[in-house]
């Protein structure tokens, strides 16, 4: 059952043509004008009254459903903005994550252009180093000919 419909309820239940039925509503009259000591209505008139606080009823159940619909629905906009404002206020605008992955962007490219060039200097020195090895395995091998001959 939705919060409208037992909002709706409640009202429904406290309105006197819900709680009285036209027989009850004619002893409680009855009872009121008998402690009053005074005459009591007729059937007719009793009846007449019952009509129009049906009628009272009626019109405040329909005003009472109307503004509780009102209530309800402003209170889920209301919600609902409270809810896209959290949503907004915790999360980063397409600008903010563009600006930022070109950001990594640039760092990594530092980084790559730094890693790059220390590779390129390893490779010069790995290069140097292969050079004289080949040297050095060069002239043991002129080295160990001399001495064979």
């Avoid at 005074?38 to 059937?43: A, G, L, R, T, V």
């Avoid at 009272?56 to 404002?85: G, P």
Wanted: cysteine-free.
């Amino acid at each position: 059952m939705s919060a409208e419909q037992l909002l709706l309820r409640h009202v429904r239940e406290n309105l006197v043509t819900h709680n009285h039925t036209l027989e009850e509503f004619s002893q409680v009259v009855a009872q009121h004008h008998r402690s009053k000591h005074e005459s009591e209505p007729d059937e007719a008139t009793v009846k007449d009254w019952y009509t129009k606080y049906e009628q009272q009823d009626e019109a405040a159940l329909q005003l009472s459903e109307q503004r509780i619909e009102n209530f309800l629905n402003e209170t889920r906009e209301a919600q609902l903005l409270e809810l896209e404002k959290t949503q907004l206020a915790e999360s980063f605008s397409l600008e903010d994550v563009v600006n930022k992955l070109y950001h990594v962007d640039q760092l990594l490219d530092k980084r790559l252009a730094y890693m790059n060039e220390s590779i390129k200097g390893n490779i010069t020195e790995l290069q140097k180093f292969n050079e004289l090895l080949e040297l050095a395995n060069s002239t043991k091998t002129h080295d160990n000919e001399d001495i064979r001959s």
